[in-house]
């Protein structure tokens, strides 16, 4: 398995799920990998997921890949949902912090 960067495309239109997806296509038809890319992933972004469903769509009808998936990466899930847990105990143990670091000082 391998996995590398193809390009960087500079977008000078909105960054819709439509636009995203064309470009992208373009890229693995230079490439002329368009029929063996198996998986795409990305964070979980509204636009990003519309994408993945775009893109699967044109390799299906365009390319003949009915293989593709597109993935939203986990650990960005995760991250996020650590910095709002982090953000819900904030307080408490700013508090339990000042509160030891004065029986520290005592």
């Known amino acids: ?14 960054h819709t799920e439509l636009a995203l997806a064309k470009n992208f296509l373009t890229t693995l038809k230079e490439y002329g990998i368009e ?17 993945g469903k775009h893109l699967s769509k044109m390799l299906s009808d365009e390319c003949n890949n009915n293989e593709f998936m597109h993935f939203i990466c986990a650990a960005h899930i995760l991250n996020l949902a650590v910095q709002a847990g982090m953000k819900l ?10 509160f030891s670091s004065k029986i520290k000082n005592s």
């Open 1 to 14: 398995m391998q996995h590398i960067l193809l390009d960087i495309i500079p977008i000078h239109e909105n």
């Open 35 to 51: 029929s063996k890319i198996l998986a795409v992933t990305s964070d979980n972004a509204a636009n990003m997921i519309a994408f």
């Open 89 to 98: 105990i904030s307080e408490p143990i700013e508090k339990t912090r000042k």
